[in-house]
């Protein structure tokens, strides 16, 4: 096989149901840690923005699934649940605090958080693109996930400077003023 998308419908569906799986996969990984980091930022000033990107992310798996459905791919639910445990498993790390929760997690889970987005931008991205030979992807709803993917990136890098400076002194302006790259 060449690689050429066929005139209508993607080239590789087999694979492009593959890449959808890892993506909604991922999409349970990330609710599962805004879940939690939303009880850890519960009365501060992430709240509320944690609370409407988990929101935001529920509606972007829920389209990720539709338009899997769409295009009559299977949900593979092992990925999901593999997902879903290994974020459990990522609470345990060696962070300086056995048994409290550190003040590094903070600065750790958004910068997770900001790379996540990213890459879910990514996809969002690969789904646009295939969106132009494939008629029963949302062209429309891709463009504004990866808009919204923006935002979320913006707002989360920015809290993540916030959380570096806090706890370890510095300007997090000094290298928002310097990032031309975002």
């Known amino acids: 096989m060449t690689g050429t998308p ?12 593959v890449y959808c799986n890892d993506h909604v996969a991922a999409a349970t990984g990330g609710i599962e840690l805004v879940a939690r980091m939303i009880g850890a930022h519960r009365g ?4 509320a923005e ?4 988990l929101g935001e992310l529920r509606e972007e798996k829920a389209a990720l699934s539709s338009t899997m459905a769409a295009l009559e791919f299977p949900v593979r639910q092992y990925k999901q649940a593999a997902a879903w445990v290994a974020e459990k498993a990522s609470r345990v790390k060696l962070n300086g605090s056995l048994l409290s929760r550190s003040p590094l997690s903070s600065l750790v889970e958004f910068e997770f958080l900001a790379s996540a987005v990213r890459g ?5 991205e690969t ?8 008629p029963r992807i949302d062209a ?7 808009e919204q993917a923006n935002r979320q990136y913006e707002w989360a890098t920015d809290a993540r400077r916030e959380i570096a ?5 510095g300007d997090a302006g000094s290298v928002a003023d310097a990032d ?3």
């Open 44 to 47: 501060t000033r992430y709240e």
């Open 127 to 134: 789904m646009r693109i295939a969106a132009d030979v494939e």
């Open 140 to 146: 429309a709803l891709f463009d504004r996930l990866i």
């Open 50 to 53: 944690l609370r409407q990107l």
């Open 120 to 124: 879910k931008r990514s996809g969002f």
């Open 180 to 182: 031309t790259s975002a």
């Open 6 to 17: 066929s005139p209508v419908g993607v080239g590789h569906p087999d694979l492009l149901a």
């Open 165 to 169: 400076a806090e706890l370890f002194g």
